[in-house]
């Protein structure tokens, strides 16, 4: 079945530093891709989403890439702030069906000031 | 304000006792989901409906039970309480014509002693 990992956690930066979390995914056919933050206490927001290869999502000066090639979607960000900080999930979605959401394990940052 | 309602946001049950997790939604949409997140991992899909009066297990559907009545309700029903239940359950939606907008509410963490 399909499948994302993710790079394993935790993160700790300080802030400006450059940020990037590795994201890659096991899927048939041609599934979208999405980056979900969850800050403390929270529920899940969407961060960024590709729906096919070769797009790129960015929000929030965060930017990902859908590589068909490599199987990947990783999460970067130039700067990063210390409200940064949350658990950042990379995950997809199957272009059949109930187009059921499939979650990586979870990435928590943490930024110094 | 539009969106997935989730009640109660808290919750401490007995080993045995039974429960149910409601969630609402407001934006007419056909797919609502089930997730729950253990500490450090992903979420992982419980069930999911495709419409009023559809239901599915996802991938770890085991203790628990749903129904669909209505477009808006998607209520998860937990009959015998066991400690590996405690967890935060996430309920989301997605609409028909926009496949990638899903919402998520903002959880409910449960705890059985």
């Known amino acids: 079945g399909d499948s994302v990992t993710q790079m394993e956690g935790p993160v700790t930066l300080s802030e400006e530093a450059f940020l990037t979390i590795n994201c890659t995914y096991t899927a048939t056919g041609y599934p979208s891709l999405f980056w979900y933050v969850q800050y403390p206490g929270e529920g899940l927001q969407l961060l960024l989403k590709?729906?096919?290869?070769?797009d790129k999502g960015s929000n929030k000066g965060f930017e990902a890439t859908y590589r068909k090639e490599t199987t990947s979607f990783h999460l970067e960000k130039g700067s990063v702030q210390v409200s940064d900080s949350a658990v950042y999930f990379c995950a997809l979605s199957g272009d059949q069906g109930a187009q059921k959401l499939v979650f990586g394990q979870g990435t928590r940052l943490t930024i110094n000031p | 304000n539009a969106g997935v309602t989730q009640t109660p946001k808290f919750r401490i049950l007995k080993i045995g006792q039974s429960m149910t997790l409601q969630c609402a939604q407001d934006?007419?949409?056909?797919?609502m989901y089930w997730y729950r997140q253990d500490p450090g991992m992903g979420l992982k899909l419980i069930y999911y409906s495709v419409g009023a009066g559809i239901t599915d297990k996802g991938e770890v559907p085991n203790g628990y039970n749903v129904s669909r009545s209505t477009t808006e309700d998607f209520p998860l029903r937990l009959e015998l309480a066991a400690p590996s239940q405690t967890s935060v359950y996430f309920c989301?939606?997605?609409?028909?014509?926009?496949?990638?907008?899903?919402?998520f509410g903002s959880g409910t963490r449960l705890t059985v002693v």
């Open positions: 989301a939606s997605r609409g028909t014509g926009n496949s990638y907008g899903y919402t």
């Open positions: 590709a729906t096919k290869a070769d």
């Open positions: 934006m007419n949409h056909n797919y």
